[in-house]
């Protein structure tokens, strides 16, 4: 019995002395920082000081607040628009680009090209171009083609689309590489035998190329509607958050009570209500993506 | 062999800790406000100021910690526990600063100076809090009218009667050529933007109302006061009490809402900061912008304008009369871990720097510094707002500025001579998170054609109460 | 059209390209990948050209791509007065140190997660699983509280050992980790190896493919990261270029002498290394970001 015991910790303690320091920083960089502000959340605070423990009081205070039903409706806006404007795009042009022989090296690196430049480069470089000045960038553009000036970021119908339209321009390469890889691995005995039964174009990519992405498409659906929740510096380098905070998402505004007014606990109850959110979406991705394994 | 390498490195650590610890006896200082590396000229007025200070303090370090306030990064830094000894803000700021306990009391200090009297009464007010004093006010602006000559003469509108070279804002009798009112503004705005447009086809807004960054509601203040709204006023209970909606205030909206819609004599932008407005101005893409006072330089440094090619006129008056410039200003405060010590070091450093009330050797020479860096940069020698009001004090800026003045005052006088009799300080509570609010109604105005400010003015005015003004104690 | 002779593969084969039809789909394609090319190029191409611009040629009208002249000296009048050689070191050092932590740290847990499997590393497992799923901004503010209550402010550490907590890096490893086969684990246990000798004789060498990848990404994200490294480092001398072209930027309106066309300097300058490094290793780059299956 004891030489057991003395055995199972002989195997198992090189293992956890290995994992001991990487468990240690995410403990340190990602966990206590989300207890504390979890009771953080139930306290008057000064600077990180809990002074007075009072309740739900704080959480009364962000739901009521506007500005929490505007980010919220926002975050909810960014999704869709992501989902319209950024979830096809790398299907439709992974698909071509699988189908192109001239040039495929040239418009692969070109294509995942902006992933390389800085988030912070190009959001700040997106601003500049769509600058609703006459001389702006885009506006100039447009006047070659005697269309109006437009108002761009200014505009608060326009300025969730365009900073959606931003980030995936900023993020599509990769995602259409990922897809291009799938569909390249995909057998052409497939497509072959389409052919054969005299399938169109359109029904080879109906009946192959789909359902063979169809587990990936699933997964990165989620993946990016989890991400585009996330969505915070964007808007806040571009916008601030305007015009009348048509642009401010969940987590800027977090960003905004703590680092703008020092309101740490206030912070806390509303990160603790946008991590729940977050938990609740993750759930149903496992979920998912347990039964596309299993398929 | 490897043990005996860490023992070696650990006792040399050791002795070089040792060491240190004996050598580095002197109290170090940090300087919030030390300029930006690449600001040459500054930075060489600086190391003169440090050089004379440490020659005659030996005790003390100087550390030069560039930081430029703004609200979104100050918290971090405090938090951070590295705000400099002292540093600039913003006279909107001391009374969160100190709720927040990252700065200093130094009532007692002033006291033993002798500086706690010299003090103007208005800034001193701003910086106390339950009778304690926690800053010392740098110097003051008022809100006013900054004027691009060229454009105006462009237009018509004006020229240089005297014949000195310089482009004339005021008659030979001293009436203002200027607009006075808020219909004669929206007037020349929208004479300016239409002969632009019409005989140059240049894109050239008459007036730039800012909208961005708390900016709007900043300047919108001073336009609601001039129409006669007070923003924030003390109920019976003597509570404060949001006013945002007052109908002078709605009244004041509309007119922004006219000016962009009907005068369109208004940028594209609609979220525009304080950087537009010297951008705008300096680039002559603008005739018009309300500014502060201790900003006339900006589009001179900034965009190599011609410093005779401005003016700087008293913001206009309202529809009955009122006429307030808005009172602000800059402020040091010093951070609360500094110890006695540093801030004895920070306070007598300010002597150098000629920002103290004191009148020596010493700090005539570093004013003199100042103003000639100033020139040197192309700047124009302005009337300072003083933070002082102790006699030999303002005699001496009198006679430094009659001595340095490189403009002509001509186009600035009218602002500075009826400040005195129009300032008036900022609203007393939360008022940052004011022109937030403010600043989202003047950006939905001018984004949406159909908004109803007093619609708009409404909810914000009661967010503002409920999310700020009820916290009050 | 050469080229499309050998083409027997996906969906459209070289027979289908007999039909006039196909061959103008097929130009159609080819014309939407252009274009797709020029919306990649062109914002990047714009920021290069107008970083030479004066702050009035900026909102010039006509509006022109080019610069008047292409004025060398601002490129060294800005990098001179900025200091901006200093702020590139930074980077690099903190680049360097991301690079050591993002694979030691998450390869190692990986590793042990995968390989040794000890009792109770699903628990682990689910934890790292979890946390990929807190954005980092949410906890920005007690994390900042607690590196500066250890003394850590406006040190490097934080920054580097911040990428050793990295979910996606970890799942990377452990993915890669699932597909050795584990006939070499047990063959090498046979020979005595300890479970670290395993890991640096048998695991890490196997893993050159991966590791290439994990610094690949590290590098990326390590230079393009300014949101911790702003909250951590306040003295402007340790500074890394994203950090002080955010504070140049969010005090553009009360700084002095820093206009609209500097700042288009000095995102050109930021934009530059890892438009090099990219260039440099575009192959691996492409097809590593391929077979990860992860973004950024």
Redesign the interface.
């Known amino acids: 019995m004891k030489q057991k015991m003395t055995s ?1 910790i002989k ?6 002395l ?2 001991l ?3 240690f ?2 403990l ?7 207890f ?2 979890v009771s ?1 959340s139930f306290y008057d605070t000064v ?2 000081t809990k002074e007075t423990f009072v309740g739900l009081e704080k959480y009364e205070a962000v739901l009521t607040d506007p500005l929490f039903t505007k980010a919220l409706l926002n975050t909810l806006l960014y999704t869709f628009w992501s989902v319209v404007i950024g979830f096809l795009v790398p299907i439709i ?1 992974a ?9 495929k090296g ?16 190009t959001v ?3 601003t ?2 769509m600058s609703p ?5 885009l506006n ?2 447009l ?1 070659l083609f005697k269309i109006e000036p437009q108002r761009w970021l200014d505009s608060p119908t326009m300025v969730i689309p365009l900073i959606v339209i931003t980030m995936t ?1 900023k ?1 599509f ?3 259409t ?2 897809y ?2 799938t569909i390249q691995s995909i057998d ?1 005995v497939y ?1 072959e035998a389409a ?1 054969v039964e005299g399938a169109s ?1 359109w029904q ?2 109906r009946h ?2 789909i359902p063979n992405l169809s587990p990936l498409i699933r997964m990165l659906f989620i ?1 990016q509607i ?2 585009v929740f ?1 969505v ?2 964007e808007p806040l ?1 571009m916008t601030s958050g305007g015009p009348n905070n048509a642009s401010i998402s969940l ?1 800027q505004l ?2 905004r009570y ?2 703008r007014y020092g309101d ?1 606990s206030k ?2 109850a509303l ?1 603790v209500i ?2 729940s959110m ?2 609740i ?2 759930f149903v991705y ?1 979920k998912l993506s347990k039964n596309a394994d299993n398929t | 062999m490897f043990k005996k390498t860490i023992f070696m490195l650990i006792s040399v650590l050791l002795v070089f800790i040792l060491v240190g610890c004996n050598k580095n006896k002197k109290i170090q200082v940090t300087i919030g406000m030390w300029p ?5 000229n500054d930075v060489e007025m600086f190391n003169e100021w440090k050089r004379l200070f440490e020659t005659d303090n030996p005790r003390y370090e100087i550390i030069g ?6 609200v ?2 100050f918290f ?2 405090a ?4 705000q400099p000894t002292v540093f600039q803000t913003w006279f909107t700021e001391p009374q969160k600063l100190i709720k927040n306990g990252f700065v200093k009391d130094i009532t007692e200090n002033l006291k033993a100076l002798n500086w706690y009297d010299k003090m103007d009464p208005t800034m001193r007010e701003a910086l106390t809090s339950n009778g304690k004093v926690y800053g010392v006010p740098r110097d003051g602006y008022g809100l006013g009218l900054a004027i691009n000559l060229e454009v105006f003469e462009e237009v018509g509108l004006i020229d240089d009667w005297d014949g000195d070279g310089i482009l004339d804002i005021v008659n030979q009798d001293g009436t203002p050529r200027y607009p006075t009112t808020f219909d004669e503004l929206r007037e020349t705005s929208e004479f300016i933007t239409r002969t632009m447009k019409d005989y140059f086809d240049k ?1 050239v807004a008459g007036l730039i109302i800012l909208s961005s ?1 708390n ?1 709007g509601g900043w300047q919108f203040s001073n336009l609601a006061w001039n129409f006669g709204a007070k923003l924030q006023v003390k109920n019976d209970e003597g509570k404060w009490v949001a006013n945002l909606n007052s109908p002078e205030a709605i009244e004041a909206l509309e007119w922004v809402k006219l000016m962009k819609w009907e005068c369109e004599c208004l940028p594209a932008s609609a979220s525009l ?4 407005w010297y ?1 705008y101005l ?4 603008a005739a018009m912008s309300f500014a502060g006072s201790d900003a006339i330089s ?1 589009p001179i ?3 190599g304008m011609d410093k005779n090619k401005i003016a700087f006129v008293p913001m206009p008056k309202g529809p009955n009369g009122h006429q307030y410039s808005l009172f602000g200003g800059t402020p040091y405060m010093f951070s609360s871990r500094a110890s006695d010590e540093q801030i004895e070091g920070a306070l007598k450093f300010l002597e150098y720097m000629g920002r103290s009330p004191e009148i020596s050797e010493i700090s005539i020479s570093s004013m003199r510094l100042g103003m000639r860096t100033a020139d040197q940069k192309g700047m124009p020698i302005l009337p300072s707002i003083t933070p002082w009001i102790n006699e030999d004090y303002l005699a001496q800026v009198d006679t430094m500025e009659g001595q340095f003045v490189n403009v002509n005052l001509r186009n600035f006088n009218d602002f500075y001579t009826t400040l005195n009799t129009i300032r008036k300080p900022e609203e007393p509570n939360y008022a940052q998170e004011m022109y937030e609010y403010l600043d989202s109604s003047i950006q939905q105005v001018l984004t949406n054609q159909n908004a109803n400010p007093s619609a708009l003015l409404t909810s914000n005015n009661n967010s503002f109460q409920t999310q700020y003004l009820n916290n009050l104690k | 059209m050469k ?2 002779k ?8 070289f027979s ?1 390209y007999k039909k006039t039809s196909f061959k103008i ?2 130009g159609v ?2 014309g ?2 252009i274009l ?2 020029l ?3 062109f ?2 191409l ?2 290069l050209l ?1 970083s030479f611009k004066s ?2 040629e ?6 022109s791509l080019f610069p008047k002249n292409l004025n060398l000296g601002k490129v060294k009048d800005v990098w001179s ?3 901006f050689g200093n702020y590139y070191m930074n980077s690099i050092y903190v680049i360097l140190g991301a690079l050591v932590c993002s694979i030691l ?2 390869g ?2 990986a ?3 995968s390989v ?6 699903k628990l ?1 497992y689910n ?9 980092a ?12 209550n250890i003394g850590l ?2 040190s490097y550490l934080p920054l580097w ?2 990428y ?2 990295n979910p996606f890096n ?1 799942i990377m490893f452990k993915t890669f980790f699932d597909k050795l086969p584990s006939s070499l684990f047990d063959s090498a246990q046979i020979d005595g190896c ?3 000798q395993l ?1 640096y004789k048998i695991i890490l060498p196997l893993s050159t493919p991966i590791i290439m990848v994990i610094g690949i990404f590290t590098i ?1 994200a390590a ?2 990261d ?2 911790l490294p ?3 480092l ?3 001398a340790k500074q890394t270029v ?1 950090v002080k ?3 140049l ?12 066309d500097k ?2 300097m000095v ?1 050109a300058l ?2 530059i290394p ?2 090099i ?2 260039l440099i290793f ?1 192959k691996q ?2 097809s590593s ?3 990860s ?4």
């Open positions: 199972m195997k198992n303690l090189g293992g956890w290995i994992m320091p990487s468990i920083l995410f340190f960089f990602i966990w206590i920082p989300l504390s502000n953080l600077g990180y042009l698909i071509i680009l699988s189908e192109v022989v001239h040039l040239l418009f692969r690196t070109g294509i995942y090209f902006p992933n390389i430049v800085p988030g912070l480069a700040i470089m997106w500049f171009l000045e006459s001389g702006g960038v100039s553009l006047s321009w993020g390469g990769a995602t590489l990922i291009l890889a052409s497509y052919r174009v080879r990519i192959v190329t993946l989890i991400s996330q915070f510096y380098v987590l977090v960003h703590v680092f740490a912070a806390a990160g946008v991590a977050l938990f979406l993750t496992l | 930006e590396p690449y600001l040459t910690q560039p930081y430029t306030y703004t979104d990064t971090p830094m938090q951070s526990g590295t894109d960054n900016n900061t304080y950087a537009d951008n300096g680039t002559g893409r900006m440094t900034n965009f | 080229q499309l050998t083409k027997s593969y996906g969906i459209l084969i289908d789909l097929y394609l080819i939407i990948l797709t090319l919306i990649t190029i914002p990047p714009w920021l107008s702050a009035s900026l909102y010039e009208l006509p509006f007065s900025l200091q740290f998450n190692l847990l590793y042990a997660v040794l499997k000890p009792k109770g590393y682990v934890m790292v699983l979890i946390s990929l799923m807190i954005p901004i949410l906890n920005m503010g007690p994390l900042l509280n607690n590196i500066v402010s406006n050992l911040v050793g907590a970890f300890n479970k670290i890991f990326n230079w393009s300014f949101l702003f909250l951590v306040n003295i402007d994203m072209i955010y504070s930027y969010s005090v553009m309106g009360t700084s002095m002498n820093f206009g609209p700042l288009l995102l930021s934009v890892p438009v490094f990219f575009q780059i492409t970001v391929a077979t299956g992860m973004k950024d």
